[in-house]
């Protein structure tokens, strides 16, 4: 991997981990970039809320394909573009602390 401040290939695919400090950034400005840039697929993780929205680009403006899970006993998913693989959603989300305890 180069040691450099930028890459000049265009990824055909990219993940954010949406935080509460950062959601503006990546749902705004980042999806702005990669739009203008013709990055196909886009990923927005929010491990908090526990959703994966999955974006195409089409005509230049991004679409929301589909939000993950679409109910509560969707545990796994094949999201584009990787539908050969199934992804199991819960070992992404970030697990409550127990119930009294830490």
Known sequence: MP??????????WVCEIVAP???HIDR????????????????????VTQ??????LE????YLVVPYPQSEDEKKVRAE??????I???????LPP???GS
């Not at 959703?51 to 195409?56: D, G, N, P």
């Open 81 to 86: 573009p990787f539908e050969e693989i199934e």
């Open 98 to 100: 127990p119930p009294g």
């Open 28 to 47: 705004k400005r980042k999806m702005r970039i990669y739009a203008r840039e013709g990055v196909p697929h886009l990923w927005l993780v929010n491990p």
């Open 51 to 56: 959703v994966l929205e999955v974006y195409r």
């Open 3 to 12: 040691s450099v401040a930028f890459f000049e290939l265009r990824p055909d």
């Open 88 to 94: 199991d959603l819960t070992r992404w989300w970030i």
């Open 59 to 62: 005509r230049g403006e991004r």
């Open 21 to 23: 400090s950062t959601e």
